[in-house]
């Protein structure tokens, strides 16, 4: 699997100095649940990046109280920032994704008094944890010194992404669980309060005949070819790291393999109109 190393003391800007000559990358914010932090410092090892990746967890501490102003609940939430490969954001955010993780932008200002330039930071956070518009910080994320987790390219092993994913999601949907349980009581206790008995109906119905002639034809749906499954991937991990629909067409990933698509006779346009409606 992909080897995590840990340092002890470093920041974003210190331990990726010099790397964007090798290629693009970007910075986000993860705002995931406490629970999750153990699985969130080896997420490395669940995904196949290409390029090596960094993240710093941050816990508040001076700050902690104009977080909770901003109803935030610093007790509930990890603050993670990651330093990625363009090109592995995708990868990287893919399985939190599609466990229900949203994509947001929140603006990272100085708590009281501290001072560094306001940033604006992507942030994918967990269904439960609430993102404020702003969060106050006593430095820059990406000169935070904290332990640093270092997560090298490597193969990935199944048990180790299913027992990772597995923890994530129950956790998870014990949030939401909790949740969709005080609303249905909310909700139960609303109706209990309004309802009125429903008047008897004397009037009976009677089943009405179809024929085999009146049913609709059943349409079995074909299944995708190889390149065709292979053209929604693309484009789900591409939606996945931050691009919008219309820029799609005119990304690298995507122009080559719909090139490989059209030439064996995949209707292009007509899918990627598909995904677009389906999104």
Not at 42 to 53: D, F, L, M, S, Y
Not at 56 to 73: C, K, M, N, T
Not at 143 to 153: E, G, I, L, N
Request: charged letters at 25%; hydrophobic letters at 40%.
């Amino acid at each position: 699997m992909g080897e995590v190393e840990i340092v002890e003391s470093g920041s974003l800007d210190g331990l990726t100095n010099g790397w964007e000559q090798y290629g693009a990358r970007t910075r986000i914010m993860m705002l995931g649940a406490r629970a999750d932090r153990h699985a969130l410092r080896n997420h490395g090892r669940t995904v196949a990046i290409e390029e090596t990746a960094v993240s710093v967890f941050h816990r508040p501490r001076e700050e902690r109280s104009e977080i909770e102003a901003l109803g935030l609940d610093h007790t509930r939430a990890s603050f993670q920032f990651v330093d990625v490969a363009m090109a592995d954001l995708g990868r990287w955010m893919q399985p939190l994704i599609g466990q229900g993780w949203t994509r947001s932008e929140v603006q990272i200002v100085p708590s009281a008094g501290t001072s560094f330039e306001e940033e604006i930071w992507a942030c994918f956070h967990h269904p439960a944890i609430p993102l404020p518009e702003k969060i106050p910080l006593t430095e820059s994320p990406s000169m935070m010194s904290r332990k640093a987790f270092v997560t090298h390219p490597g193969p990935i092993l199944d048990d180790a992404t299913d027992s990772v994913m597995e923890n994530l999601a129950a956790s998870m949907m014990g949030e939401i669980s909790q949740t969709m349980e005080e609303t249905v009581d909310e909700t139960s206790a609303e109706e209990e309060e309004v309802a009125e008995p429903e008047p008897e109906s004397n009037i009976s119905t009677e089943p009405i005949p179809m024929t085999e002639e009146n049913l609709p034809p059943v349409t079995t749906p074909q299944p995708e070819s190889p390149l065709e499954s292979e053209m929604r991937q693309v484009i789900s991990l591409l939606v996945a790291g931050g691009q919008e629909m219309g820029d799609i067409m005119e990304h690298p990933q995507f122009i080559e393999v719909s090139e490989r698509a059209a030439a064996a006779g995949v209707d292009v346009w007509g899918m990627f109109v598909r995904i677009s409606e389906e999104s």
